[in-house]
């Protein structure tokens, strides 16, 4: 299988823009569909983007996913940015088998 | 609506097995399509996916606890039930039940509340 790095933290002043990037190891970040999850302090986590770049009903249009082969990558980006974006951020794939592959996390502080 | 809600015991003993409850309720685990699975989170740490099981029976595993996973379902009492075997401190972590969105990649979109398992003697 292959890994998901992200990076552990970033941060941001509200009403900026912030891109979270999730870089695949081994294989093509386009084979396998990325989703990303959003996890506030002591809540289970939710779906913010889905298939690399679907926004699910209910999440702003503030955030947006994409992938970028050159760098093998998925990234996240937030807009706009508000106290309530502060969380941890976690993207997940699939591996062979259909496998469940999911990154580190990163933690956004919104300060 | 649809909810899910994690039970079992807070604390396990190193080398015991920890069973896990997941009641379900707004869809039945049985319909054609569903799937149930299970993740976990170590305290302060990352994502781990354990396994899901399919509305017809089939599960899947993640291979790295294969041997030590279970998964099964209860259809008329509309639960899924994770077993594993031989626990570890390592394996002391929030176990949250998901349901797979059925269709398209399948993503996650309802998890339970999640439940904390410790694992000490």
């Known amino acids: 299988n292959f890994l998901l790095t992200q990076p552990h933290s970033v941060s941001e002043s509200p009403g900026k823009t912030v891109t979270i990037s999730c870089t695949r190891s081994s294989g093509s970040i386009a084979t396998n569909f990325v989703q990303w999850y959003q996890q506030r302090p002591g809540s289970a986590p939710s779906i913010v983007i889905f298939?690399?770049?679907?926004?699910p009903s209910g999440v702003p249009d503030r955030f947006s996913g994409s992938i970028d082969s050159s760098s093998n990558s998925a990234s996240l980006t937030i807009s706009g940015l508000k106290t309530e974006d502060e969380a941890k951020y976690f993207c997940q794939s699939y591996a062979s088998s259909n496998q469940w592959v999911f990154g580190g996390g990163t933690k956004l502080t919104v300060l | 609506q649809i909810t899910l809600k994690e039970s079992g015991p807070t604390l396990v003993k190193p080398t015991q097995t920890l069973t896990l409850t997941c009641d379900c309720s707004g869809f039945s685990v049985s319909s054609i399509g569903v799937a149930v699975g299970w993740i976990r989170q170590p305290p302060g740490k990352a994502l781990e996916w354990l396994g899901f099981i399919y509305w017809d029976g089939d599960t899947l595993y993640s291979p790295s606890l294969n041997s030590r996973l279970t998964i099964t379902k209860d259809t008329p009492k509309n639960r899924v039930v994770l077993t594993m075997t031989n626990v570890d401190p390592v394996d002391a972590a929030t176990y949250y039940c998901?349901?797979?969105?059925?269709?398209?990649?399948?993503?996650?979109?309802?998890w339970g509340q999640g439940t904390l398992v410790t694992v000490s003697s």
């Open positions: 998901v349901h797979r969105r059925n269709g398209g990649s399948g993503w996650l979109d309802y």
């Open positions: 298939e690399d770049n679907q926004r």
